[in-house]
């Protein structure tokens, strides 16, 4: 993309602050307050990509090993997640989901689903294929 223009620069401010509240709204909608946003994405994460080490989880969610190592026993805690030995290199661990997270971020996608989609009922058409079209592009942007 060429240097921004001051329009351009509105727009990506104008993206960044719909993007952050419509976040924040999302948040309140999921099934157990105790999680923090942090150990829900790692619970994400797992469900996206199954298995994995600390390491390969601290990288995907931009965290230090350290602070993943804390998150992953706070979830194996709470019964979210287990460790089992890596199948390759028996000095480290892989970290899976438990039933109990499946069961868990299942619900919560359900509820989030729910309250966005009443929200776009307000929406007309064409607002609606345009922010329908704009879903690839967003989920395109989160994973760069």
Known sequence: MPDLTPRDDAAVNALRSAVMRLSR???????DESLSPTE???LGTLARCGTATPGELARKEHVQPPSMTRIVALLE???????????EDRRQKVV???ERAEAMLEESRRRRNAWLAE?????????????SAAAPVLEKL???
């Open 25 to 31: 709204r999302l948040k309140h909608e999921r099934v």
């Open 40 to 42: 829900v994405s790692v």
């Open 77 to 87: 805690a709470k019964g979210l997640v287990r460790l089992k030995p890596h199948p």
């Open 96 to 98: 899976m989901q438990t």
């Open 119 to 131: 929200l776009v009922t307000g929406l007309d058409e064409e607002e609606w294929a345009r922010l």
């Open 142 to 144: 989160a994973h760069l």
